[in-house]
């Protein structure tokens, strides 16, 4: 079965610092992979996504993901956090299982940006 | 402004009822999907469509109901037979190919009283 895991619930960094949030994945064939931020009561804004190409995917805000073929992960990473990029993260696949174009999600990352 | 708005944001229900969640996307898009949030188990699919007059149950239909006769459109209509349904709703659309990201609404929490 298709699965994204996040293996952290919340990753804690300083303002200033870099900062990773994880994701691993389990698909067959190649994945369609993308990441979204959610502000509390709101909906989810899409950063990026990896469909081919390029490892390094550059996205919204300054957030980048590498995509590692080998290790199975999508991991977002950016240079230097913001308090203001203290939000929930999903990774998710593409769900080639359902007929549709559904995405599958993982559980969620909190981030939390200390001034 | 293109988007997908969802209404109402906060609904209160009796044990019992059905409610209906309203979802209108102007992006022209061919696919539209109902997920499901509730704390610490990210989002799951209730129902999606990929087109107009067609729709498909996701991982969690049982107790959920939709209807697609607009493109528009994609209405979600919560039964009294959901066991658990308090959670927040997620509406999304996309234009239907492999390759393409999900666009979202704002959300509908939906409290059982």
């Known amino acids: 079965a298709q699965s994204v895991a996040q293996p952290e619930d919340q990753v804690n960094v300083a303002e200033g610092n870099p900062l990773t949030v994880k994701c691993t994945y389990s698909v067959s064939g190649n994945p369609y992979l993308f990441w979204y931020v959610q502000y509390p009561n709101r909906g989810l804004q899409f950063l990026l996504k990896y469909i081919t190409g390029d490892n390094l995917v550059k996205g919204s805000y300054g957030f980048e993901a590498e995509f590692n073929k080998s290790q199975t992960s999508f991991h977002l990473k950016k240079p230097s956090a913001l308090v203001s990029d203290s939000a929930l993260y999903f990774c998710a696949v593409r769900d080639f299982n359902q007929a549709g174009t559904a995405l599958i999600f993982g559980k969620g990352t909190t981030l939390s940006v200390s001034s | 402004d293109g988007g997908i708005t969802q209404s109402p944001k906060y609904l209160f229900r009796k044990e019992g009822q059905n409610v209906t969640l309203s979802c209108e996307q102007n992006?022209?898009?061919?696919?539209m999907y109902w997920y499901r949030q509730d704390p610490g188990q990210g989002l799951r699919l209730i129902y999606y469509s990929q087109i107009v007059n067609d729709f498909q149950k996701g991982d969690i239909a049982e107790g959920y109901s939709v209807s697609r006769e607009k493109k528009e459109s994609f209405p979600l209509t919560v039964t009294s037979a959901q066991k658990n349904p308090t959670a927040f709703y997620l509406c999304?659309?996309?234009?239907?190919?492999?390759?393409?990201?999900?666009?979202f609404g704002e959300g509908s929490r939906l409290t059982v009283l």
């Open positions: 992006l022209n898009h061919d696919a």
């Open positions: 999304a659309s996309s234009p239907g190919t492999q390759w393409g990201e999900l666009f």
